[in-house]
């Protein structure tokens, strides 16, 4: 199977829309969601959940009142100040670091598991999709991510599915390397600034150290066609296949307004056609590297 991670160095460079657009010309495939601070894929696909699960991550203390005698020793050692004066852990502020239960003197705190999210399997009328919501405030340490993309896959073998189409999350951080490692290649979407061209190149440099093949479009290009030019070269200049300029049109912006896929609300657009091509080239991609198998990997 062949899975591509759509990736940016920042939010709203176009990447979600990209998949979208990829979930519809793709055949056989499996969609994901690996966004999963702010997942909305789902909006454009309109998923019905066919099985829902709780997301496991973290830890915070738990005091049993019962048994404390409330000699203060864990609120001395909080560094967090998360042990309010009548010994109630505040579960926003606890860190979990364990040094409470290490000191209390009546064993009177545990460590329990944080519920931090949901992930899903659902059904679209593009095809199977697993998504995932974390809980507000809670941390992504990528492990989320990971649990995405492992379901993913094992849905496109049970099922004998062709491709893994990824929505990635942006930057470089841990969520982000969750999504490219293992990845059979990476779509890097960018904007022609300055800022865009910065992160683009974290982002390629990021898929770099883990091997995976990396790809580049420009996305509203013909708002600063001078960096544009500038993208293309570096990517000219490092061996990166540029595969392709997508114009600034409003049609895109009135498909998301009506939680439509472009490629389906303005199929003859002059940036649908550019969307087409760049998921040509993608396969162009896959082909060159020798038919790069996804390996689902995590971190």
């Known amino acids: ?6 990736l940016s160095g920042k939010g709203g460079t176009g990447k979600t829309t990209l998949t979208a657009c990829f979930a519809v010309l793709a055949r056989q495939k ?3 969601d690996a966004d999963v601070d702010a997942a909305d894929l789902f909006i454009l696909l309109e998923p ?21 005698v409330q000699c203060g020793q864990c609120r001395d050692f909080c560094r967090f100040d998360a042990i309010s004066p009548d010994f109630v852990v505040d579960t926003v502020d606890c860190e979990g670091c364990g040094v409470c239960v290490r000191f209390c003197p009546e064993e009177a705190i545990q460590l329990k598991e944080c519920i ?35 379901n993913a896959k094992l849905i496109a073998e049970e099922e004998g599915l062709e491709w893994i189409i990824v929505d990635g999350p ?20 960018t904007e022609p600034t300055l800022a865009g061209i910065h992160d683009m190149k974290r982002v390629a440099e990021l898929a770099a150290h883990f091997r995976v093949p990396r790809a580049v479009c420009v996305n509203k290009w013909d708002l600063n066609r001078e960096m544009t030019a500038a993208i293309e070269g570096y990517c000219c ?11 600034y049109d ?16 303005a199929p003859d657009s002059e940036v649908a056609g550019a969307v087409r091509s760049v998921w040509e080239g993608l396969q162009r991609v896959f082909r060159a590297s020798g038919g790069v198998e996804s390996r689902a990997g995590g971190g």
Not at 237 to 247: D, Q, S, T, V
């Open 1 to 6: 199977m062949k899975e591509l991670v759509v």
């Open 30 to 32: 499996v969609l994901a």
């Open 48 to 68: 019905e959940i066919r099985q829902r699960e709780v997301f496991r991550s973290g830890y915070v203390a738990d005091i049993d009142l019962q048994l404390c």
């Open 116 to 150: 931090s999210g949901e992930w899903y399997i659902s059904e679209t009328r593009y095809g199977p999709f697993v998504h995932a919501k974390l809980g507000a405030g809670e941390e992504n340490s990528g492990k989320l991510v990971t649990v995405v993309r492992h």
């Open 170 to 189: 942006p930057g470089i951080g841990c969520p982000a390397i969750s999504s490219v490692t293992g990845a059979g290649a990476v779509l890097i979407v």
């Open 237 to 247: 200049r490092e061996g990166i296949p540029f595969l392709g300029k997508l114009p």
């Open 250 to 265: 409003r049609v895109v912006s009135r498909a998301l307004v009506n939680r439509k896929v472009l490629v389906e609300y």
